[in-house]
């Protein structure tokens, strides 16, 4: 059987690190760089797998696999979430840690990128058994994390109270330092505005596409996909921002109303219930009906790869706010560039958390706290730089906003390189 180009993009499954590294070399060709400074920047500096052995509440005793993959530093101290999730693997985490260089480069903050990950399903462990895996994971990898080193983070399956384990632990053989990790509860040690700020991030970039596009927001229809973390606060800020929310969804499924949806009922209904099963004042949905609802904006903000080349010929949003990471697959990516529909990148659209997680960093080193309204402000004006820097570029040399961003990012990395040596 003879397949054509396009049946071979449809069957081929592409994994997350071929994906980063085929949005790379889109952008490296832009700007000729050459191919040893290509393998240079495109191979992670280093990669660490731990075995994570855990006593469980029953007795019985789990090994788990934990990951932190640590790409490129010459930017500053390398930053990335921790991810608890039952497909995290190498190749997921490797995709990850090097999206996190290219996001850092983006807005420009100066990090470099790291990610890591463990593989197990956060919903089946009890609070007890979650710390005892973080603590063992942080006695596994403390060498090489660190204020000045790799700075973890938040991401799926962890949160504040992680991060206040994972501090505890590292200071058990380091001594006191907040800023060894971000993402901490407001009380301790965290910054304000860090929990919010991705998702808000998302809706702040989302306004400015549609202001230069002379779009006012009460004229734009929205559905985002997953109401967690990032996916609850764009809605938030979108909805405050007078966009009309038509659709949103978890794990439980979709929610819909044409003249747009109540979303701080939503939002109560969550704290409430803990998901969205059962909300009313709305029609249910599946979570593929809502990627393709005809609306104006999409935020896919739940996990990654949900539109790809089965569905994306059913993508109606004209504008793509990538919220979660690699929500697109690449292949899908052209065809949307190809079609005009705008999709805002990862790599800048949901990198207002790692902009309030370097605030929180900035703060801890010079114990002084930040009020919202600075953390707030100061977001605004490093995602609107951001945003202005990748809009030009995508004009000037006519390529789409996602290699825009990869080659502001790659440009910046470079000069790093050079400057140092290598
Ligand atoms: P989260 O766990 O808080 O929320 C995830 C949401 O997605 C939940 O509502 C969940 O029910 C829903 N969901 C999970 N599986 C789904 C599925 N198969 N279909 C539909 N919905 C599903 O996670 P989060 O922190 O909001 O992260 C979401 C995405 O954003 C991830 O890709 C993450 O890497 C990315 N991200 C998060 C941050 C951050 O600061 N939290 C920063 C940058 C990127």
Known sequence: MNLTVADEKKTHHMKAFETVQLY????????DL????????????????????????????ETLV???????????????????????????VRALASLMTWKTAVVN???????????????NLSRKETERISRKFVDQIHEIIGPDKDIPAPDMGTNGETMSWIRNQWEKYHGFNPACITGKPVEDYGAAGREEATGRGCG???????????????????????????????????HESEFKIVAISDISGGYYNKDGLNIPAALSYVIKHGSLEGFVGAESISNSELLSLDCDVLVPSAIGGVITMENVDDIKAKYIIEGANGPVHAYADE???????????????????????????????????????RVRAQLDSILSSAFEDVWTMGNE????????????????????????GI
């Open 397 to 420: 040399k006519n390529v789409s906003l996602r290699t825009a961003a990869f080659m502001i990012a790659i440009q910046r990395v470079r000069r790093a390189t050079e400057l140092q």
């Open 109 to 123: 903050i100066p990090y470099g990128g790291a990610k890591g990950g463990i593989c197990v399903d956060p919903r």
């Open 66 to 92: 934990g990951f932190r993959v640590q790409h490129n530093n010459s930017r500053g101290p390398m930053k990335g979430g921790l991810r608890y999730h039952w497909d995290v693997d190498l190749d997921e």
């Open 24 to 31: 790379f070399d889109r952008a490296a060709d832009q700007l």
């Open 34 to 61: 050459d191919s040893s400074m290509r393998k240079l920047l495109k191979m992670p500096k280093r990669e660490v797998t731990v075995e994570v052995p855990v006593e469980m509440d029953n007795g019985s005793i």
């Open 204 to 238: 702040i970039l989302a306004f400015k596409l549609l202001k230069r596009l002379g779009r006012r927001p009460k004229d734009i229809s929205v559905a985002i996909q997953g109401f967690g973390n990032v996916g609850s606060h764009a809605a938030k800020y979108m």
């Open 335 to 373: 065809v949307l560039f190809d079609r005009g529909t705008l999709v805002l990148p990862d790599i800048l659209a949901n990198a207002g958390g790692v902009t309030v997680s370097y605030f929180e960093w900035v703060q801890n080193r010079q114990y002084y706290s930040w009020d919202l309204n």
